[in-house]
């Protein structure tokens, strides 16, 4: 064989490697939404926001609050989630990105009700498991997974907590105020959304001993 021979030979094989990559790829996931995930009430005065983590056992009591108040002020407050993922935990950084690829599809509430509802369960596959339980275009999540495209939402979060100097989890606002106790809330919410029920509870100034 002469020389041309070898090098069309080399330069096909070379085609064909090309192709067979370009083929295996996935195709770009492109974002269908940046929204930021809200509940309640969007037009209430009462904003209370939280900076979450899903694998943190407290962010999980504070989730079962957060669901009891929605029950005590349905239609009076307004409910910002926001991603802080600790380090140290291993799994929740890919738990909020794969919260954000849920909101994509419309559904961010089921899927942030499952993750807290099974926080010790948290793997990749076990992100894409609650996914398919809850009815979601299943390719469609997977790819969005499998991308980096949801990270910049995380980040961003990370980043604005770091500017706020917030250090635990949860630490959760309300309008704009951070709840130093994040256990008394329900407290502080019935000052603002209750007053006149608030001061009933306190006890009286004057005595009404003899």
Known sequence: MNKRYYIIIIVAVMAVLILIK??????????????????GNLESSIVI?????????????????????????QGKVKFVYR?????????????????????????????YNQLFQNQK?????????YADLAGFDQELFNDCLD???KEKVVDDDLQEAKRLNLSFTP?????????EDWQKLP???????????????QPSATSTSK
């Open 83 to 111: 991603h802080f993922p600790l380090p140290y935990h291993r799994y929740a950084y890919q738990a909020a990105v794969a919260s954000e690829c849920a909101q994509d599809q419309g559904k961010f509430w089921d899927y």
């Open 49 to 73: 926001e939280e900076w979450s983590d899903f694998e943190c056992p407290a962010c999980g009591e504070a989730y079962a609050l957060i669901e009891k108040i929605f029950e005590q002020y």
């Open 187 to 201: 407290e502080v919410l019935q000052l603002l959304a209750d007053p006149a029920s608030a001061a009933a509870d």
């Open 121 to 129: 369960n948290l793997t990749n596959n076990d992100l894409k498991k």
């Open 22 to 39: 370009v083929l295996s790829q996935k195709s770009d996931y492109a974002a269908f939404t940046e929204k930021r995930a809200m509940r």
């Open 171 to 179: 630490s959760i606002f309300i309008n704009g105020q951070l709840v």
């Open 147 to 149: 991308s980096e495209v």
